[in-house]
């Protein structure tokens, strides 16, 4: 059984695992939806680390009712700084509370909390 009050890392797998955890609920998203910017992803590639992992100062997750999504969708897109948002996915019942992530692949990954230190992998 996990405990959301420990550290647990940073980063958007973090974030979504403790809210997940905290509501009792499950987690899907989309790996298309998710702006991560070239230069962060070569890096990451470069540094045998995952985006998902990593802190992302000045970001915000925000979980609404499926019905009112595109309506604060559009909200934030009349925002300079909300002009990237996106819907990259939903809470779904789960008892389990696991927090999936549909590839571009088309497959599933498991989106887990990190384990240890985010270090880099250097091979």
Known sequence: MNDVSGNRGGGLSATLNEIAWAAGLGCEIEEGAIGVLPAVEAACDLLGLDPLNV??????????PGELAQVALAALHHHELG??????????????????????????????WLAGDPLPRIC
Do not use: C, S, Y
């Open 55 to 64: 802190a992302n100062e000045g970001k915000l997750v925000a979980v609404v």
């Open 83 to 112: 002009r990237h948002t996106a819907i990259i996915g939903r809470f779904v019942e789960d008892q389990d509370r696991f927090v999936r992530m549909r590839t571009k692949l088309g497959g599933w990954r498991m989106v887990d």
